[in-house]
C-alpha cells in the first residue's frame, strides 16, 4: 500500500513564498511520476507540476516560472516551491503518485493566498 504524507501549506500574502513536501512510504523510483494537482472551490482538480524519478518536470503555464518541483530520492520525497503566491493559487494541494498505473493520492493541503 503506497501512503503520501504531505506537509506545509498555510495562509500567505500576495507575493508570498511556500513550500509543499509529499513523502511517499515507498521507494519513489517504482513511481512513473509523483507531483501536485490542486483544487480550488467550484472548480476541477488540474495538474500543477510533476517530476520523474529522473528529475524531468512538467509544469502547467500558469505556475512556470513562480514554482519549482524537485525530488529527494534518498528521503522518497518531492516537494514544491511556491514562490510569487497570488490569490489565484488559492486552493488545495493534492499529492500523487503513479504507481504501476496505479494513482495514490495524498489527504491534501490548504493554500490560501489573501492579504
Known amino acids: 500500500q503506497v501512503q503520501l504524507v504531505e506537509s506545509g501549506g498555510g495562509l500567505v500574502q500576495p507575493g508570498g513564498a511556500l513550500r509543499l513536501s509529499c513523502a511517499a512510504s515507498?521507494?519513489?523510483?517504482?513511481?512513473?511520476?509523483m507531483g501536485w494537482y490542486r483544487q480550488a472551490p467550484g472548480k476541477q482538480r488540474e495538474l500543477v507540476a510533476d517530476?520523474?524519478?529522473?528529475?524531468?518536470?512538467d509544469y502547467a503555464d500558469s505556475v512556470k516560472g513562480r514554482f519549482t518541483i524537485s525530488i529527494d530520492n534518498a528521503e522518497n520525497t518531492v516537494t514544491l516551491q511556491m514562490n510569487s503566491l497570488k490569490p489565484e493559487d488559492t486552493a488545495v494541494y493534492f499529492c500523487y503518485a503513479n504507481h504501476y498505473s496505479a494513482i495514490y493520492w495524498g489527504q491534501g493541503t490548504q493554500v490560501t493566498v489573501s492579504s
Open positions: 515507498i521507494s519513489i523510483f517504482t513511481f512513473s511520476t
Open positions: 517530476i520523474t524519478p529522473f528529475g524531468n518536470t
